[in-house]
Each structure stands twice: as structure tokens, then as C-alpha cells.
């Protein structure tokens, strides 16, 4: 008799323990797509920078990607996608690294920063930028460090664009993308 109660304890137990597991899995999976990767929504020639939720729940991050081919000079806008209070906004600075070997440079092929580094040359949430002519109070350097009027990518590659907001909270995206 005593053998019996064990075997009829030991069935419930293996499949609390088996249903527990895939529950876990389900609330993990729940909890990496609800978790936020980022405040900020951009726009890439007016196409959103999108997350692979399927790919998010799975792995626990999907990068950014914008879906569509962007020009060579592409326009860039920026959004708070949940009105995060960001406090006061010291700096806005967008950095273009090119594919390099089965990833990205790590250097960038431009950076585009406030004039002087001044808080009084910011690019403005909603506002859209034509990058192949940055905006007055803004600047943009190359790959070789020169001041240049602004971005000129390569036809038929892949870049990551990475935008960040500084100040008192601060908060950056990664957003891959491709030119036509």
C-alpha cells in the first residue's frame, strides 16, 4: 500500500512540475513583450523603426528595423512613444554606422550633434529632418572626422542608425535599416 500512495503522488507532482514550466515560459514571454526596449519612436523616410514581437518574446530583444529601403539622404523624425517625462533635454545626437563585415562599423559614417554642443540646438520631437542637409544649429561630421553639409550614404547597404536623447533621462534606439 505504501508503494501505491507514492506512485499516485508522484503523477500530479510530474505534471504540476511539466504545466509550471511551460507557464513560466508563457509569462516570460509575456514579460519580454511587454517590457519596453525604448522610449523613443523614429521614423526613417517616414517609415517606423519596428521590433519583431514574435522574435522579442522568444529571445528577450529584436532589434529595430525600419521594413522598407530608404534613400541615400533620408529624413528622420523622432517621438516620445509613451510621453516619458525626459526632464531637461540636454543633447539629441544621431550616429550612421555602416555594414562591416557581418556587422556594423564601429565607427560612424556621420554623426550629427547640436552646433557648439549647445541645448539650444536640439532636434524637436515631431519635427522632420531632411539628413542630407542638416539643420541650422546642428552638425555633422564623416567617417573621417571632417564637417560635412550632410549625409550621403551608399546605395544597396545596410546602416544602423542609433538616436539618442540625453538629460535627465536619458534614452537611446537602434534602428537598422537599408538604401535603395
Given at each position: ?100 563585415e557581418n556587422n556594423y562599423s564601429n565607427q560612424a559614417e556621420f554623426t550629427i550633434y ?28 564623416n567617417f573621417d572626422r571632417q564637417k560635412v553639409s550632410g549625409v550621403t550614404l551608399k ?24 538604401t535603395k
Amino acid at each position: 500500500m505504501w508503494k501505491n500512495s507514492r506512485v499516485l503522488w508522484a503523477i500530479p507532482a510530474v505534471f504540476l512540475m511539466t504545466s509550471g514550466c511551460s507557464m513560466m515560459s508563457a509569462v516570460g514571454i509575456g514579460k519580454n513583450v511587454m517590457r519596453k526596449d525604448s522610449h523613443l519612436a523614429v521614423f526613417i523616410d517616414g517609415m517606423p523603426a519596428k521590433q519583431n514581437k514574435l522574435k522579442k518574446g522568444a529571445m528577450g530583444y529584436a532589434e529595430f528595423k525600419v521594413e522598407g529601403t530608404c534613400s541615400t539622404s533620408p529624413s528622420f523624425k523622432y517621438e516620445f512613444a509613451d510621453d516619458k517625462n525626459f526632464g531637461r533635454i540636454t543633447s539629441t545626437n544621431i550616429n550612421i554606422h555602416q555594414a562591416f563585415e557581418n556587422n556594423y562599423s564601429n565607427q560612424a559614417e556621420f554623426t550629427i550633434y547640436p552646433a557648439g554642443g549647445s541645448s539650444d540646438n536640439l532636434l524637436e520631437a515631431g519635427k522632420t529632418y531632411n539628413l542630407g542637409s542638416v539643420p541650422a544649429g546642428m552638425e555633422c561630421m564623416n567617417f573621417d572626422r571632417q564637417k560635412v553639409s550632410g549625409v550621403t550614404l551608399k546605395p544597396g547597404m545596410n546602416y544602423m542608425l542609433i538616436f539618442t536623447v540625453a538629460g535627465d533621462r536619458s534614452d537611446s534606439i537602434q534602428v537598422l535599416f537599408s538604401t535603395k
